[in-house]
């Protein structure tokens, strides 16, 4: 069992399925926010302060990739993990999501198994990253 520590983890997605992720989230003890625009994912990073970000790619509006590359050329929020959701016919847009600077993906239909895996690990080692930074300053 992975300590969850009550991490928060903003969906920016207008899927169907997003209530559902969000209760799984919910329920592995992770506190989940969504929206589905740019413009309120901008203010509820700023306000809600998540952890980790998971950006839908398909949707124009949003723009997943411009968001996730703004998120890590800034200081501020360049430590937010960001993991992308992909749908499975649009697999050839995992490239740029990559060198948008995005942490890792998960495709479409979503694998509950997986996400929970991807999803722990890179907060695990979020975690560990800032237990370093506290003991060599």
Same mark, same amino acid.
Do not use: H, W
């Given at each position: 069992?992975?300590?969850?520590q009550g991490e928060r983890v903003?969906? !920016?997605?207008?899927?169907?399925?997003?209530?559902?992720?969000?209760?799984?989230?919910? &329920?592995?003890?992770?506190?989940?926010?969504?929206?589905?625009?740019?413009?309120?994912?901008?203010?509820?990073?700023?306000?809600?302060?998540?952890?980790?970000?998971?950006?839908?790619?398909?949707?124009?509006? #949003?723009?997943?990739?411009? #968001?996730?590359?703004?998120?890590?050329?800034?200081?501020?929020?360049?430590?937010?993990?960001?993991?992308?959701?992909?749908?499975?016919?649009?697999?050839?847009?995992?490239?740029?999501?990559?060198? &948008?600077?995005?942490?890792?993906?998960?495709?479409?239909?979503?694998?509950?198994?997986?996400?929970?895996?991807? !999803?722990?690990? #890179?907060?695990?080692?979020?975690?560990?990253?800032?237990?370093?930074?506290?003991?060599? !300053?």
């Amino acid at each position: 069992v992975i300590m969850t520590q009550g991490e928060r983890v903003l969906l !920016v997605d207008e899927s169907s399925d997003t209530l559902a992720l969000k209760a799984v989230l919910a &329920a592995e003890g992770y506190q989940v926010d969504s929206c589905a625009l740019r413009f309120e994912a901008e203010r509820m990073i700023e306000s809600f302060e998540p952890t980790m970000v998971m950006l839908g790619m398909g949707n124009p509006r #949003l723009d997943a990739v411009g #968001l996730c590359r703004d998120l890590k050329a800034d200081v501020a929020t360049d430590n937010i993990k960001v993991i992308m959701v992909v749908p499975e016919q649009e697999r050839a847009t995992i490239g740029k999501a990559m060198a &948008a600077g995005c942490d890792d993906y998960v495709t479409r239909p979503i694998d509950r198994e997986d996400l929970m895996v991807r !999803v722990d690990e #890179l907060l695990r080692f979020a975690r560990l990253r800032d237990v370093l930074r506290q003991g060599v !300053v």
